[in-house]
């Protein structure tokens, strides 16, 4: 098969053995590009209280939050763990937000993918699976997220090396895939949920994991 056979053919096994993710949570691109900064270097269970302590401030609108300086709302983020750091980088995001589009997420979603993606990592604390959570999910472009599920994956599988870079792997799957951003969405919260569930980082689960047929 070629490349993008294989991908497909895993996509489709994928979604047909565990069904759709519903992924990513949030009402709002905002409170999307919230989750993608505040989910670095935790769980997500840990974001949704971080986020759940914004909602119950009427905190979820960027014009509010710039209003806040670091320590205010690092104490409000704080499950969410690194909790300065995080605010510091959402105050960042917030300063181009406010400055390139006067808080209009219409206005950014009007630039092309790639235009988008340079300017989102120029941003500090922003980097490509930040960069790229918030372009698909939020701003509704067809920018593939990969992260360390995916490498473990297919490195297991021997479709890439153990060792590729974050742009690397990135391209194996934009460089064949359709700019389709709804099988994108679907197909890495597919992959978070294998990793999570048989893909482990000691040992996998392969007897009874649904990717066992493209094993090697």
């Known amino acids: 098969m070629t490349r993008e056979q294989t991908l497909l053919s895993i996509y489709h096994t994928l979604f047909d053995s565990l069904g759709p993710s519903r992924w990513w949570p949030g009402e709002t691109p905002f409170e999307v590009c919230l989750g993608a900064i505040l989910t670095q270097n935790t769980n ?5 209280k971080a986020l759940n302590r914004l909602k119950a ?16 709302l690092g104490a409000i983020i704080r499950p969410a763990g690194y ?6 980088r959402i105050l960042n995001f917030l300063d181009y937000l406010g400055d390139r589009a006067g808080w209009d997420f219409e206005v950014l979603k009007k630039q092309p993918l790639e235009d988008l993606r340079s300017e989102l990592l120029e941003i500090k604390g922003i980097g490509p ?11 509704e472009k067809p920018s593939f997220v990969v992260d360390a599920y995916t490498g473990r994956i ?6 890439t090396p153990e060792d ?12 064949v895939l359709p700019p389709d951003i709804p099988l ?18 000691k040992e996998g689960r392969c007897k009874t994991c649904p990717l066992q047929p493209f094993l090697p």
């Open 57 to 72: 401030r009427d905190l979820l609108d960027p014009r509010l939050i710039v209003k806040l300086d670091v320590d205010e």
């Open 129 to 139: 699976e930040t960069a790229d959570s918030m372009l698909l999910y939020a701003f």
């Open 154 to 159: 297919c490195s297991r599988h021997c479709l």
């Open 164 to 175: 590729i870079s974050y742009e690397e792997l990135r391209c194996f799957f934009m460089d």
């Open 44 to 48: 997500w269970s840990n974001v949704e």
């Open 184 to 201: 994108m969405n679907e197909y890495h919260a597919l992959l978070v949920r294998v990793g999570k569930n048989w893909c482990l980082k």
């Open 83 to 88: 909790f300065r750091v995080k605010a510091g």
